[in-house]
């Protein structure tokens, strides 16, 4: 069985930095495209970034460029969000979602599109300004 569970989420003062992690179980990082998805107070769930097999480095939406990375310890079978120079507008829930079969070329392209297999419950970040 299939199971991602978030953490790290919390309480940050603008211009500060949190961890968040995506602790993987049921597969092994082999075909598989890993993502993080944000979903603030009254707003749509959008795609923040994501890293799978089929890209040859990480996406990331515009808003989040230069501030955040995404990377992955496959021998943990974690996937790590650092998030540095917070912002009040990136409160939200996170929320990791994952493939793990039909990883295509480039799927990180178009990953905000995809219905994704498999989901977390999500971890809270609250940014203070």
């Known amino acids: 069985e299939v199971q991602l569970v978030e953490s790290g989420g919390g309480l940050a003062q603008a211009g500060g930095s949190l961890r968040l992690s995506c602790e993987a179980s049921?597969?092994?990082?082999?075909?598989?495209?890993i993502a993080w998805f944000r979903q603030a107070p009254g707003k749509e769930r959008e795609g923040v970034a994501c890293?799978?097999?089929?890209?040859?480095?990480?996406y990331y939406t515009g808003s989040v460029k230069g501030r955040f990375t995404i990377s992955t310890d496959s021998a943990k079978n974690t996937v790590f969000l650092q998030m540095d120079s917070l912002k009040a507008e990136d409160t939200a829930v996170y929320y990791c979602?994952?493939?793990?079969?039909?990883?295509?070329?480039?799927?990180?392209?178009?990953?905000?599109?995809?219905?994704?297999?498999?989901w977390g419950k999500g971890t809270r970040v609250t940014v203070s300004s």
């Open positions: 979602a994952a493939d793990i079969t039909g990883i295509f070329e480039n799927y990180c392209s178009s990953y905000a599109l995809i219905d994704m297999d498999y």
């Open positions: 049921g597969f092994v990082f082999d075909d598989y495209a």
């Open positions: 890293i799978s097999s089929g890209d040859g480095a990480p």
